[in-house]
């Protein structure tokens, strides 16, 4: 097992305080804190070369539990073993085998091109010369890098950064590879980039990869296997594919309709999500999305239908409302 | 070790690259070098009323302030403020993930502006030393050696308290003003303000055993020349036990923080 989480628990200890200055003069004289579970006894393993996405809300724990694999959180209790190592213990040679690209951060040199980043780590890593050589030609190319080589980070755009940024995790050929929202601001071009990169990376090294994303699309796109977690608790682990269609067995229609119609006309096609004028979506039935799609064209004055999956985040709603899930 | 040189051979390369990006700040920081000046002309105006004060002469606290301007510049540190950036901002997740310690990156940031220092303002103190008549740093051999050591210790003071004080982040936001007034106390014991032989002998002493002198006063007074032997000697012990010192404080509150840490805004 390259991953074994057994029992993990995180516990972070917050300030409260009330609003407004009395709030303040309050909290200055006597501190009130209270404890938040960020990670609430999680049990996991993920072998060697496998794909896994972490799906939850915001504030769910996913980071919290990366940043524990990553050494860079003390559990509060529980153990945590990556690749044989416990990662809270800082051993350089775990840190030298392993990434986090967190989306929201740079380690790229701001003021200075890209390329000044990647010697430094080359240096950091210890990495050969031929071997640095022969990773970043590839890089170089998977990701296009080229053109921005000798660019500022600064004068970069966000998903110009963001391959740059993938760039100098990867160049020591980590075997572990955690990525919290790597696609996170980028414009669809961007995203399927990353993602197409990924999956090479994932084919060609056999790396281990473990993301979150709030895009479906990143998570359909590359992982089989899913673990859900809410409000540190996992409530799912298992194969995507067969929870999309269990706990949501609708997909989106939207359509844009020429002019209003009746609301009775909609319900026979399917459940109303939204209505924002002449811009519908509904709910249809999985097996019967074609069919739906293909009623509303003939019966309503359809300017433009779209069949989509629904979000993640809403399948995961409610796979939470409808309470706990097993595997 | 050769590891540890390669990572310092490309982070002071990719920190002097950087650090001459920022020409407008390089230039800000050389005004600030005269500040030391603004002292010496207080006590020129006092000099102005008795010839000698505590056996000093005017070109006694000229030397001394011109040299300060330099051991100012090589021994002080701006560790804290790059330390509580990283901490605020999540700088050091990033740092936590690699396979060095991230004090590392710091002194060789450090580093990379000290090695400016050298180019553009130790030749216009030698320049100045060479051409004024009121400038005299009297150096054999032996107090060279004795000075660079000095220098050395000073500048591995500041960075142990700087790291000591910057832990202190693991748990407080307030670590600016802390060590503010930490630095503040030390203007009137490290010799800023006045050199320490103006102060009473049992002020003296006291400064003496404090780790202030070791960044400034100390270097500065092998500098010029108002120190021998068995004090240098005493000097260079006193350096040694507060490094020590601090340096176990700053791991032990290192190892600590860590535990502690909550990797906030990353």
């Known amino acids: 097992m390259s991953i074994q989480v057994e029992s993990l628990t995180k516990h972070f200890r917050v300030h409260q305080k009330e609003p407004g200055l009395a709030g303040s003069i309050r909290s200055f004289v006597r501190r009130r804190y209270e404890t938040v579970r960020a990670v609430d006894d999680i049990t996991f393993e993920i072998a060697q070369g496998e794909v896994v996405g972490f799906l939850g809300p915001n504030g769910a724990g996913k980071t919290t539990t990366l940043k524990c694999l990553s050494g860079l959180l003390y559990p509060t209790s529980g153990t945590v073993q990556v690749l044989g190592y416990t990662p809270a213990k800082r051993d350089p040679d775990y840190l030298g085998q392993f990434t986090l690209v967190m989306g929201q951060r740079n380690q790229l040199m701001w003021d200075l091109p890209a390329i000044e980043t990647f010697l430094v780590n080359q240096a950091i890593y210890d990495v050969p010369e031929a071997e640095f050589r022969e990773t970043l030609d590839e890089l170089v190319a998977l990701l296009d890098l080229e053109p921005l080589l000798k660019k500022q980070v600064r004068k970069l755009s966000l998903g110009e950064r963001m391959r740059c940024e993938l760039a100098a995790s990867l160049l020591h050929r980590p075997r572990m590879i955690f990525l919290d929202e790597p696609t996170l601001g980028l414009d669809i071009t961007a995203q399927q980039a990353i993602r197409t990169f990924i999956r090479e990376y994932n084919q060609r090294t056999n790396a281990t990869v473990l993301l979150t994303s709030h895009y479906m699309a990143d998570v359909t796109a590359l992982a089989k296997r899913i673990l859900v977690i809410e409000h540190g608790k996992l409530r799912y682990d298992g194969d995507l594919q067969a929870l999309i269609e269990q706990r949501a067995p609708y997909r989106l229609l939207r359509l844009t309709l020429d002019h209003a119609v009746d609301s009775a006309d909609l319900n026979a096609l399917g459940t109303i999500e939204s209505r924002d004028g002449l811009e519908v979506t509904l709910r249809v039935p999985r097996g019967s999305t074609r069919d739906a799609a293909a009623r509303a064209l003939s019966t309503l004055p359809v300017e433009d239908v779209a069949i989509e999956d629904p979000a993640v985040e809403d399948i995961i709603r409610e796979v939470f409302e409808m309470g706990e899930v097993n595997a | ?266």
Not at chain 2, 5 to 29: D, G, H, M, P
Not at chain 2, 85 to 97: A, C, I
Not at chain 2, 225 to 246: Q, S
């Open chain 2, 1 to 266: 070790m050769r590891k540890l040189l390669r990572v310092y051979t490309a982070l002071l390369k990719a920190n002097l690259s950087e650090a001459l990006e920022y020409r407008a700040q390089i230039f800000l920081w050389l005004i600030s070098s005269i500040f030391p000046l603004v002292m010496m002309s207080v006590w020129l105006a006092l000099l102005s009323e008795a010839k000698q004060i505590a056996g000093w002469g005017q070109a006694d606290f000229v030397s001394y302030y011109v040299g300060m301007i330099l051991v100012n510049h090589l021994t002080g540190s701006w560790l804290l403020w790059d330390w509580d950036d990283d901490m605020r901002t999540g700088g050091l997740s990033t740092k936590l993930l690699k396979p060095i310690d991230p004090f590392h990156y710091h002194i060789s940031g450090q580093l990379g502006w000290k090695a400016l220092l050298v180019i553009f303002i130790v030749p216009v103190i030698v320049g100045v030393a060479v051409l004024s008549p009121l400038v005299t740093f009297p150096l054999n051999f032996l107090t060279s050696l004795t000075f660079i050591l000095a220098l050395i210790f000073g500048f591995i003071l500041t960075t142990v308290i700087a790291c000591t004080f910057a832990m202190l982040g693991f748990w407080s936001t307030q670590v600016r003003n802390v060590y503010q007034l930490w630095f503040g106390a030390g203007q009137f014991l490290s010799g800023f303000i006045a050199p320490l032989a103006m102060f009473p002998p049992a002020v003296r002493s006291i400064a003496y055993v404090l780790p202030y002198r070791g960044y400034l006063g100390f270097p500065l007074e092998i500098l010029t020349g108002h120190l021998t032997w068995p004090d240098i000697e005493f000097g260079l012990i006193t350096d040694i036990i507060w490094i020590t010192i601090f340096f176990i404080l700053y791991r032990m509150l290192w190892k600590a923080g860590l535990r502690r840490y909550e990797a906030v805004g990353a």
